[in-house]
């Protein structure tokens, strides 16, 4: 059974930075994982993802320059890790780690939360100005 379980969350004044972190487990080999957010009243949307082994990352427009995320699968155990610098009171939302067998590479879809069956319970940011 894949379980995700996240850490890192807090609230920080706008410019500062946050690390999340993920940890993953209960699926063999290679999967994709990625780091979504939602915000009071709107949907879930993708901020990076990462195929784990490799370097095809893709990340959200109003991140870019901002976020990194980075991977390590050593382990058993796969951590995925996001480091949020220069943040802004719009990245404040609910943050989830999410995993899927595979990733999708198309322009709509590399992003998309639908295409994620794992979820984590999620971890607070709150960006104040």
């Known amino acids: 059974q894949v379980q995700l379980v996240e850490s890192g969350g807090g609230s920080v004044q706008a410019g500062g930075s946050l690390r999340l972190s993920c940890v993953g487990s209960g699926y063999p080999g290679r999967y994709c994982m990625g780091w979504f957010r939602q915000a009071p009243g709107k949907e879930r949307e993708g901020v990076a993802r990462v195929y784990i082994g490799s370097e095809n990352i893709e990340y959200a427009d109003s991140v870019k320059g901002r976020f990194t995320i980075s991977q390590d699968y050593a382990n058993a155990k796969k951590t995925l890790t996001l480091e949020m610098n220069s943040l802004k009171p719009e990245d404040t939302a609910m943050y989830y780690c999410?995993?899927?067998?595979?990733?999708?590479?198309?322009?709509?879809?590399?992003?998309?939360?639908?295409?994620?069956?794992?979820w984590g319970q999620g971890t607070q940011v709150t960006v104040s100005s």
């Open positions: 999410a995993a899927n067998a595979v990733c999708d590479y198309t322009e709509s879809g590399r992003l998309s939360p639908a295409n994620f069956a794992y």
